[in-house]
Every structure is written in structure tokens, then in C-alpha cells.
Nanobody, 128 residues
Framework: QGQLVESGGGSVQAGGSLRLSCAAS????????MGWFRQAPGKEREAVAG????????FYGDSVKGRCTISQDSAKKMLYLQMNSLTPEDTAMYYC?????????????????????WGRGTQVTVSS
């Protein structure tokens, strides 16, 4: 059974930074795509960043472009999300996901429909 475990969330002031981590099991780490999604209360799940695991090509949601960096350490089966210049609008539960995107294209990599393994989430709260 695939397993993803997030860590690194917390409370931070606006302008601060956080680094989220996701530990993947053997079965989830072999997927073609991995990503970070977030969901705030009353809002739909939103793609933050995704990566084509074969090459490391990455894609970002419009709301975080220029402020976030997704990376992977395949040997350690880890996925990371470095978030900088955080604002209160970044407050949400952040989820790590693994899936089988057919292509390295944001249409697929940033779509939750192509992910079938999800972690339980880590909360990020940004205060003004």
C-alpha cells in the first residue's frame, strides 16, 4: 500500500519561509509524478507544485510562482517544497501526492485527477 507522510508545517509570520517534506514509500516513490496541493477551509483543492519524477521537471501554480521550489531526493524517497515570502493567503492544509501523469505537462502534473496516493496533510498557518 502506498504511503506518503508530510512534515514541516507550522505557524509563521508573513514574509517568512517554510520547508515541507514528504516521505514516500517504495510504491509511491516510483510514480511518474509527485506534487504538493493545498486546501483552505471553504476553498477547493489547489495545485501548488508538481514534478515529473523521471527528469525533475517542475511546474507551479500561478499563486506561488517565484516563491516556491519543489525538489526530490529519489535515493531518500523524499519530496520537498521550499516556500518563501509567505502571505496569509498561503494558509492551508498542504498535501503531498503521487500519481501516474502520462506526460510532463502542467495539464497533468498540476491536476489532482492524476494522483491516486495522498498524504494526510500538514497545516501551514501564516499570520499577518
Amino acid at each position: 500500500q502506498g504511503q506518503l507522510v508530510e512534515s514541516g508545517g507550522g505557524s509563521v509570520q508573513a514574509g517568512g519561509s517554510l520547508r515541507l517534506s514528504c516521505a514516500a514509500s517504495e510504491s509511491t516513490s516510483s510514480r511518474t509524478s509527485m506534487g504538493w496541493f493545498r486546501q483552505a477551509p471553504g476553498k477547493e483543492r489547489e495545485a501548488v507544485a508538481g514534478i515529473w519524477t523521471r527528469t525533475g521537471e517542475s511546474f507551479y501554480g500561478d499563486s506561488v510562482k517565484g516563491r516556491c521550489t519543489i525538489s526530490q531526493d529519489s535515493a531518500k524517497k523524499m519530496l520537498y517544497l521550499q516556500m518563501n515570502s509567505l502571505t496569509p493567503e498561503d494558509t492551508a492544509m498542504y498535501y503531498c501526492a503521487a500519481g501516474n501523469s502520462p506526460y510532463s505537462h502542467p495539464k497533468y502534473i498540476l491536476s489532482p485527477a492524476w494522483y491516486n496516493y495522498w498524504g494526510r496533510g500538514t497545516q501551514v498557518t501564516v499570520s499577518s
